[in-house]
């Protein structure tokens, strides 16, 4: 009785996961379709695969697009996790004045609609001449990403005893070591957890991208375009783009797991 | 000590400091937590506080090409909500958000109950659920272009047109059903979101008044009415407004599959915002759009952090 209903209710789960997963599936049978099956009626589930997709793709130089998001995403990161790990702990370990207005002052900017923040960000920019550059588009990415980041981390800092802090105290260390050599280290798996969520929003970020680039700083995302050509729509090359920008999404999520409800949630919901 | 400091923080480090450094000051940690926070807040400061500022000086000057031109008070907002086309992208936004919201809310809890039942094979069912939220919207926009192109996309051909619903172009270009579309991609994309994060309240329910229910004799139905529901509330409001707060600025997808067609059938707020600056170039009532949605998700903003801290002493 009771196994089977186990049984049953692991159907149904799997059954689910693989409604959820199939378009994906099918997207990636997609970079190996002929190009003479692409359009057939009813659609074709059986083919010889073929690579002509993915020699179109490196042709047109879309590995340099998936080198400018990796170094948009990497540097933002880099950045966010630099300047955003001392202040989570600071609001997490520390009496700050005004602390509470602060935070929701974190969580607004996190929670702001990007379409409202572009805007200015795109007449500021062309008064100052950041439009296209690298500078530019990471410190739009401050927006989203450096509250989010300091949030989020925030709940990881609340978790962390002080007890061990106190000792190093103690034991005469001054404040700055106990940050760098006890808190740190402790902290690691919330520093990495959250700074990987970083990069992803980061890697997949369209709107700033879009407005605020251009040739110069072209990201995997806004360089989809290219594929919608006077031919037609590339299909297949399109296929190619989009399993390229899902390949470092599902590292991250096998490697993340149960973080990534905490941090999409806020540090709301421990996952 | 401050006094909205919640009690579960740790107690501040009351240890005699030896080398007296950077003691000082009144509340005996002086400047050292000023200068943890600055560089993060001045950053947010240059990033969002300055940007807002000037939407909202925008948003009161009359601007014509580009060019900031007399102070116009508040005639911009007046010029924007008496323009139909808004009040439209507010209405296709409402009408998205009551759709897709809901039903991934309850799909979402039905999902996880059902995972909660001891199910197997988790480690792998459960980031593979992950997948669809975690996508960029760009991949998200090409996967469901593909399923729903017009006569040989996947979906189109074995269930819109065996049903009848639509022959010949996808339902994306259809300015019925169009809507209908993004809201099917919406909940395709976050649902599964949402029965992990429902998974994950349940999963950290405490046991015990479940041994006493099951002793007392109730039945399942009993004991989520009477146990599961009332625990999960607050996560569930928390969990829902944070959705509700996403799927209102959802533009990419939108952008991507329809943009905002056709004509102006899948137009939402963030939509009609996007095209009254880059389209038309229409700066002074943007900006007034602008300011009214940020003041809005400043409100919803408020509303989850008060939420989350009072009743589920999230924060």
């Known amino acids: 009785m009771r196994s089977s209903r186990v049984a049953l209710f692991t159907i149904l789960a799997v059954a689910w996961a693989a409604l959820a997963i199939f378009p994906v599936l099918w997207m990636a049978a997609m970079t190996v379709k002929p190009e003479a099956l692409m359009f057939a009626r009813p659609p074709a589930w059986s083919f010889t695969p073929t690579l002509e997709h993915l020699h179109y793709v490196v042709a047109e130089g879309f590995a340099w697009s998936l080198v400018r998001s990796?170094?948009?995403?990497?540097?933002?990161?880099?950045?966010?996790?630099?300047?955003?790990?001392?202040?989570?702990?600071?609001?997490?370990?520390?009496?700050?004045?005004?602390?509470?207005?602060?935070?929701?002052?974190?969580?607004?900017?996190?929670?702001?609609?990007?379409?409202?923040?572009?805007?200015?960000?795109?007449?500021?920019?062309?008064?100052?001449?950041?439009?296209?550059?690298?500078?530019?588009?990471?410190?739009?990415?401050?927006?989203?990403?450096?509250?989010?980041?300091?949030?989020?981390?925030?709940?990881?800092?609340?978790?962390?005893?002080?007890?061990?802090?106190?000792?190093?105290?103690?034991?005469?260390?001054?404040?700055?070591?106990?940050?760098?050599?006890?808190?740190?280290?402790?902290?690691?798996?919330?520093?990495?957890?959250?700074?990987?969520?970083?990069?992803?929003?980061?890697?997949?970020?369209?709107?700033?991208?879009?407005?605020?680039?251009?040739?110069?700083?072209?990201?995997?995302?806004?360089?989809?375009?290219?594929?919608?050509?006077?031919?037609?729509?590339?299909?297949?090359?399109?296929?190619?783009?989009?399993?390229?920008?899902?390949?470092?999404?599902?590292?991250?999520?096998?490697?993340?797991?149960?973080?990534?409800?905490?941090?999409?949630?806020?540090?709301?919901?421990?996952? | 000590m401050h006094p909205l400091t919640p009690s579960k923080d740790p107690a501040p480090l009351t240890l005699p400091s030896p080398q007296g450094g950077e003691g000082g000051g009144e509340s005996g940690y002086g400047w050292f937590p000023y200068a943890l926070i600055a560089p993060a807040m001045l950053m947010l400061v240059v990033v969002a506080l300055v940007p807002f500022l000037y939407t909202v000086y925008l948003s009161l000057h009359e601007i014509r090409h580009a060019q900031v031109g007399d102070w116009a008070g508040l005639a911009n907002y007046r010029t924007l909500l008496a323009n139909p086309r808004f009040w439209h992208s507010a209405g296709i936004s409402l009408l998205f958000i009551a759709i897709a919201v809901p039903l991934e809310f309850g799909l979402g809890l039905g999902g996880a109950l059902i995972l909660n039942q001891g199910v197997r094979l988790r480690s792998i069912i459960i980031p593979v659920l992950f997948v669809p939220t975690m996508m960029a919207p760009v991949v998200v926009a090409i996967l469901w272009k593909i399923m729903l192109a017009g006569s040989w996309g996947l979906l189109s051909y074995n269930v819109i047109e065996r049903f009848g619903i639509l022959t010949g172009t996808s339902v994306l270009a259809s300015p019925s059903l169009a809507l209908y579309a993004l809201v099917l991609v919406d909940v395709w994309q976050w649902t599964p979101f949402m029965m992990l994060a429902f998974f994950a309240g349940l999963q950290s329910l405490p046991l015990t008044p479940y041994r006493a229910a099951a002793v007392d004799g109730a039945s399942d139905l009993q004991a989520f009415r009477r146990l599961t529901l009332p625990l999960m509330a607050p996560l569930m409001a928390v969990i829902g407004l944070l959705r509700l707060i996403d799927a209102f600025k959802v533009f990419d997808t939108i952008f991507l599959l329809t943009g905002g067609g056709p004509g102006t059938a899948t137009e939402s707020t963030s939509l009609f915002v996007y095209k009254t600056v880059f389209d038309f170039w229409d700066l002074g009532p943007a900006s007034a759009t602008a300011v009214v949605i940020w003041i809005m998700f400043f409100a919803f903003a408020n509303g989850f952090y008060q939420i989350a801290r009072r009743k589920l002493g999230a924060f």
């Open chain 1, 70 to 271: 990796l170094m948009v995403a990497g540097l933002s990161t880099l950045l966010i996790v630099v300047i955003g790990t001392p202040a989570a702990y600071a609001f997490a370990r520390f009496p700050i004045r005004r602390r509470d207005d602060l935070l929701l002052f974190v969580l607004a900017t996190r929670l702001a609609p990007p379409v409202a923040l572009v805007i200015p960000f795109y007449l500021i920019y062309a008064r100052v001449g950041l439009l296209d550059t690298y500078v530019g588009l990471i410190l739009a990415y401050l927006t989203f990403n450096l509250s989010f980041y300091v949030w989020v981390l925030w709940s990881f800092c609340r978790d962390l005893p002080p007890e061990l802090e106190e000792a190093a105290r103690a034991d005469g260390y001054s404040r700055t070591r106990v940050l760098l050599h006890v808190v740190l280290p402790l902290l690691r798996p919330g520093i990495i957890a959250t700074s990987v969520l970083c990069f992803i929003f980061a890697w997949n970020e369209f709107l700033y991208a879009f407005m605020l680039g251009g040739k110069a700083v072209e990201t995997l995302p806004v360089a989809v375009p290219k594929l919608i050509t006077s031919q037609g729509v590339k299909w297949g090359e399109l296929s190619v783009v989009g399993i390229a920008a899902l390949v470092p999404i599902l590292a991250a999520v096998f490697v993340l797991q149960r973080h990534i409800v905490r941090g999409l949630t806020m540090g709301a919901v421990k996952g």
